[in-house]
């Protein structure tokens, strides 16, 4: 079983020992082993992928929550093969309704097999759809939108959730965040063409290089972000000269940006990609 | 009627003088003028758009004839309406034959109402293709495949070309043929998505970024290459993760590039686009 | 004498021809025709750069405001060498102090071989600094900094300005300024390395690259902005690794910027560069 | 003592477990793991980093070699403190003198507080230079340049060399020689500003761009090339508008980038930088 490990502490000093210590004496196969330290955030973190008998998931995490406990680092423990069968998902979203719902949708219709407990967003707007689908909706943004990060990664933990959809969630998550779920855990949809168009305005930009092509972009995201690298799907749609920005972004937002994600989301539930050293593979056909 | 006039001389002095007095003179309306003095490349060359009755047209012509007799000017004459129930295209390509085929197919299918009198090359690779369309073929190539660049503008004056069409031939045009054909008269096909992977080996660049689509661009070329301005029609394509390049460029080559340019060739013939300061503008449908 | 005239109108039609067809007819030779016309922003703008006899410029002035006053057109005429011993500047300003002062400086010094009649800013911060020099200060800005740029045109015209300078006025003139001050007589500092560091914030960018070496550039703008054509002058500063990004911006400001500008004005105040074509070239030594 | 291991292997099965079991077996404290694991060049590599007493660094040598031996891996241990007082360079060269000129010229004169055993090169031609300063002279290029990649590490071992300085070594480092020294002990000196200007033609392409400064940046080399990140030194110089290529380039090679290497060289050897989880870090003053 292959199984993910990610630390998280506020010095460098002793954060990789105790884990590595422990997961090499249990016999455990060393598949990747990232570190990071970047001092000036005082963020130190570890992502440890080793192969192990299913039957000892169970007590390495023990070994890692006293781990945890005793050196006060944040240890996860995760494998893509427990709940291989129903993973469970977390929709983030903000306003934009198309693309959280058409997770929704996909999961309802049963075309992404997985289920989605907890809908998680920072502003109140799409609480109504959460219910629509019989989901938990958790609000985590204060009055401004302002998105309390510490929160989330607790929701994440309490809901028990497997991967991180973020459906047009219109903030940044904080490297913290991306560690703790480190190894492929968070997909997220960007409006625009990576590598080309990464900012915040994508259509604006595209359009104003008077592009007539313009597209999505489903891609993992990790700690150091250099997106690009993760892409999972890519979906473009093409319109003809003269056709307004208004128009384009109606396009990309209600049919292309629903079926790049969809299509994304998917083609990981159903394990035929996964993030292998900072890299989307192609698991190979059985 | 809308005409353009071109000239190029050896240097600056005294070449826009009695080209636009002359104009002028005879009280043409001056819709557009762009000047272009390069000293480093002694090339000094004018886009002067006008309206004139069509009437006009021929003694118009006659007078550039007789100025560029006197001065020494390279001066063209041209409007889009002259022919525009059937343009004449030089269809330009070098080793690949699935684009310039598709121009050639859809022209005999009726797909682009054009001619096509001439396939130009700087490779003799693809003269049998002429051939089964019952074009001449043209060669412009030594040995080597540099291309004789001003054989390509004779040649393109003895046919009375009125769009150049480059489908993949793989030189670069000099500024001079640019200017010479400025106006929005020669339409390229590039092999990928403009502005972003403008290189030599496009579907390489976007492959090594680990894109997932893939596109063409077909676009006019403008004697300052600034290209991504001169969209006409883009199209793209996306695999799954994991397809080997061999295959992208496949499927490019086959099938994208070839409906790409046919596409945009034909709203450039049909006159639903056209090139407006350095733009290309949808034509208001009347 | 090289004059040239720019003229500014709120659409196509007619905006040429009456200048060109008086130029023409005088027997001026033409050395530069440049038009523009950007249908979606209303803005139809013509430079048109001529050789006459520095006898004519008189008649050629008047001629023009009568065309200006008949046709509605924003026209003005220029030449280089009217006040080519004393040219007159605008020193252009925001917060802060550090360039404009320097300007200044190097005007009262004998530096730079030119007056200053008037500082003109859109926050009245440095009033005492213009106060201190004897220039006028006038005030374009609202309460909160919003420039109101056809006063600024108006001032430019009213203090009879030769060369506009930007000296970190935190504004973008609109392209309407730019054309009616076309020909190379808007000098900007920008405190960044261009081509590579075009944005807002080039020390931060810079900075996040981990570059050790941090530069401000002096360049003509010109109306259709792609900066780094333009350049007429760059200057840079090395710093040891671990230098913090105010200790960059500090030298920058105080030391790197003012000495930049500085000697780009030195350069186009003496004649020793100029705008040709859009490029920057040097003037022959005589 | 901080020790840097490296280990390069044909799979990344079994590469991390036996290193890391015997470090952490032996109580030494894991300050940095890097793992690398690129399937299409069947390049698996890993750094590891960490502290133990320096009374223990013969008998981990020895056990690395023990590992290796048995199990097929290069590994090797290194530490920046075992001749700090005077380490050992190889200096690669090709055609140009200038920089590995001035590289040896510091040694000498006690700029730079280091030995130089050994000039290793693509090309014959600076042999004589080589022997000017009594360095041993290592050919690795058959006689098309073509290097022999394998010869340099095996030299690099047999000359007990610290640190690689390339001084216009024309050649690209393979990956694997990157992982076998990697931990900051390879160090490049482009003849352009990074990370602006990354191509082989960095001279041409600024001034392509119409810049008026030019630079070299002098850089740790890391495996995975985001080059820009490791700076160690930049230098610039500026030139006046109308400076012709040529000069531009005898400038930055004669005079600009054996400063440029000189200086980072210089900075590396006193110990005043290092390179800490990719970073170039100042080391604190004592």
């Given at each position: 079983m292959e199984v993910v490990i990610t630390a998280l502490g506020p010095d460098n000093v002793g954060l990789a020992?105790?884990?590595?210590?422990?997961?090499?004496?249990?016999?455990?196969?060393?598949?990747?082993?990232?570190?990071?330290?970047?001092?000036?955030?005082?963020?130190?973190?570890?992502?440890?992928?080793?192969?192990?008998?299913?039957?000892?998931?169970?007590?390495?995490?023990?070994?890692?929550?006293?781990?945890?406990?005793?050196?006060?680092?944040?240890?996860?423990?995760?494998?893509?093969?427990?709940?291989?069968?129903?993973?469970?998902?977390?929709?983030?979203?903000?306003?934009?309704?198309?693309?959280?719902?058409?997770?929704?949708?996909?999961?309802?219709?049963?075309?992404?097999?997985?289920?989605?407990?907890?809908?998680?967003?920072?502003?109140?707007?799409?609480?109504?759809?959460?219910?629509?689908?019989g989901a938990a909706f958790e609000?985590?943004?204060?009055?401004?939108?302002t998105s309390n990060d510490a929160l989330m990664v607790e929701l994440l933990d309490r809901y028990e959730v497997d991967y991180v959809v973020l459906a047009r969630y219109m903030r940044i998550l904080p490297p913290s965040t991306c560690w703790q779920f480190a190894g492929g855990r968070i997909i997220n949809l960007h409006h625009g063409l990576l590598p080309g168009f990464p900012g915040f305005r994508p259509y604006h930009d595209a359009y104003g290089a008077r592009m007539l092509t313009f597209g999505a972009t489903c891609h993992f995201i990790i700690p150091e972000l250099d997106a690009g690298n993760q892409t999972i799907n890519q979906?473009?749609?093409?319109?003809?000269?003269?056709?307004?920005l208004d128009e384009v972004i109606r396009i990309g937002e209600s049919e292309n940006e629903p079926a790049c994600l969809t299509e994304g989301v998917r083609r990981v539930i159903d394990r035929e990609v996964y993030l292998h050293f900072h890299r989307v593979v192609a698991r190979k056909a059985k």
């Open positions: 020992d105790p884990i590595i210590h422990h997961v090499t004496g249990q016999g455990a196969r060393i598949a990747e082993i990232q570190m990071y330290d970047h001092d000036e955030e005082h963020l130190f973190a570890m992502l440890c992928r080793i192969d192990i008998p299913a039957t000892e998931f169970d007590r390495l995490s023990d070994a890692m929550r006293q781990i945890g406990e005793v050196t006060g680092l944040a240890i996860r423990v995760w494998s893509s093969e427990l709940r291989a069968e129903r993973p469970r998902l977390a929709v983030c979203c903000t306003y934009l309704e198309h693309t959280p719902r058409a997770i929704l949708e996909a999961v309802r219709d049963g075309g992404i097999n997985a289920d989605v407990p907890v809908v998680i967003s920072n502003r109140k707007k799409l609480a109504p759809m959460a219910a629509e689908f609000m985590i943004g204060d009055g401004q939108g979906r473009t749609f093409a319109v003809s000269p003269g056709t307004k």
